[in-house]
């Protein structure tokens, strides 16, 4: 009888630990790699959140009006693995600061990218990764 209930708790852990694996998306199923945009704008938040981080920047259209891009990073131990911290990330970007996002435009047209590289305005590349997309 006892072992069918630690056999129980194991399946039952096993879905639960499961559930990520499920919600995880495929680079190819959401982002066009063959449309790499630039935006520039101010630094508006940067949600340190798993299982992808995101960067908020507001760009300034043509006609005056403003968008909010959002620019999803690589999961969190991508970016430790990539030396980010997020201490180091709150002192290196500020909110209103003024930075270049980089990255592969989302499919359906929304918008957000697949954030490759974040520059601040003296130059310094905060996020440098690869130009490439990720594995699928």
């Given at each position: 009888m006892r072992s069918k209930a630690i056999l129980g708790i194991a399946v039952i852990a096993a879905?639960?630990?499961?559930?990520p694996v499920w919600a995880h998306h495929s680079f190819s199923s959401e982002y066009d790699s063959s449309k790499r945009l630039t935006l520039k704008g101010k630094m508006v938040a940067f949600e340190w959140v798993n299982p992808h981080s995101w960067i908020h920047v507001e760009v300034t259209n043509p006609d005056g009006t403003k968008t909010i891009w959002k620019g999803e990073t690589p999961p969190v131990n991508v970016l430790y693995r990539n030396g980010?911290?997020?201490?180091?990330v709150e002192d290196m970007v500020k909110k209103g600061e003024i930075v270049t996002l980089t990255g592969q435009a989302a499919k359906d047209g929304s918008n957000h990218v697949f954030a490759n590289g974040v520059t601040r305005a003296d130059g310094k590349t905060v996020l440098g990764l690869s130009g490439a997309p990720p594995e699928d």
């Open positions: 879905l639960v630990a499961a559930v980010w911290t997020k201490p180091m």
